[in-house]
């Protein structure tokens, strides 16, 4: 698998214009964000993940199918829901190949925008796929006192790592997969991962440390390299985080154990990565230090912008998904993944 960056062929297209009042690219061309290191994190980072993730197996997620099965695009589909770390139940849905046949399955994550339907078309063939809503967001999983908004949601229980939100929606990735495992069994023996956005961030957090999962498609990931991050004006959820910090350095402490670049000194299952050059909600150099930190093979798509509306995002969005689909068809495939 190449570990050289593709470009779609966008690149010559020049500046985007745009009225932020920051520049979107931060001032970093391709080689400066190929250059982004990931922080070494905490000394008991990978300790604090093990215990969470150990935890998080000890849940009996008691998976539901709740409703009817309805067939769209050749997927049969169905609403579910599981129990996650703290007594959670976490809603969402189940696609299978309407002719029956699994070979392997997905967990697939959303932005923070949350979701309203599972996106059939982006799983690979001859896979069951479950697609959460992960804790106070979306339209299946909202809790009380928690915002689901992006710019509440990510300060949630911000003040210790034990009581971060975005652990715990870690926690519910680990509980979705065993869920999935669980309602489809044919899914157990080759799982990957699919996230955007948020869910990029979060599956860079919930995967070194879960063998179950054989491969991954991070998509413009977020919560990567958070000293840098902070530093970098932003539309999204770091933003809020910016602000926060300003008003108490002693958060970044806790932001340590929430890095998706650091955490992705620890995956070394095959990864694929659609990182851009222009973003205003999510940093490119954030997006480009998960990718640069991921210590097993990789692939990077680099796209002209993530978050944006821009001449020829359709084309760039589909050669993103036929890359995706291609790398999780072929990757994993010769069994166990390697301990992180």
């Not at 215990?51 to 197996?57: M, Q």
């Not at 998509?219 to 008003?247: D, I, K, M, Q």
């Not at 095959?270 to 097993?296: E, I, K, M, R, W």
Request: hydrophobic share 40%; proline share 10%.
């Amino acid at each position: 698998m190449s570990t050289h960056p593709l470009t779609t062929d966008t690149g010559e297209l020049g500046p985007l214009p745009h009225d932020f009042p920051f520049d979107p690219t931060h001032g970093y061309d391709l080689p400066r964000l190929l250059a982004v290191k990931a922080p070494p994190g905490p000394d008991d980072f990978a300790d604090f993940w093990r215990e969470r993730y150990a935890s998080a197996l000890r849940v009996d997620p008691s998976p539901r199918v709740e409703g009817p099965w309805a067939t769209v695009d050749g997927m049969r589909v169905a609403d579910v829901s599981y129990t996650s770390a703290d007594g959670v139940r976490i809603g969402g849905w189940l696609t299978v190949p309407a002719d029956g046949r699994v070979t392997r399955g997905c967990v697939a994550t959303h932005g923070y925008g949350g979701r309203v339907a599972p996106d059939s078309w982006q799983s690979p063939p001859e896979t069951a796929t479950i697609w959460p809503c992960l804790r106070g967001l979306g339209t299946r999983s909202l809790l009380p006192g928690v915002p689901p908004k992006s710019a509440g949601h990510v300060l949630h229980g911000i003040g210790a790592r034990e009581s971060y939100l975005i652990g715990g929606c870690v926690a519910d990735v680990w509980c979705a997969a065993t869920a999935l495992r669980r309602l489809v069994p044919e899914a157990a023996g080759r799982l990957t991962y699919l996230g955007t956005s948020f869910g990029g961030g979060i599956g860079a957090l919930a995967l070194p440390w879960d063998d179950r999962f054989h491969a991954a498609g991070l998509t413009v990931p977020t919560f990567g390299n958070h000293p840098l991050r902070v530093t970098l004006p932003c539309t999204g959820s770091g933003e809020s985080v910016r602000t926060r910090l300003a008003e108490d350095p002693s958060v970044l402490d806790v932001l340590a154990y929430f890095d998706a670049a650091t955490a992705a000194r620890h995956i070394k299952i095959p990864v694929h990565v659609g990182a851009a050059l222009f973003d205003p909600s999510v940093p490119p150099p954030g997006q480009f230090a998960v990718y640069n930190g991921l210590a097993g093979p990789r692939e990077l798509l680099v796209l002209r912008a993530g978050h944006f509306d821009h001449p020829g995002e359709r084309a760039e969005t589909a050669a993103l998904e036929e890359a995706q689909r291609r790398f999780l068809s072929g990757a994993g495939a010769a069994g166990p993944r390697p301990a992180a």
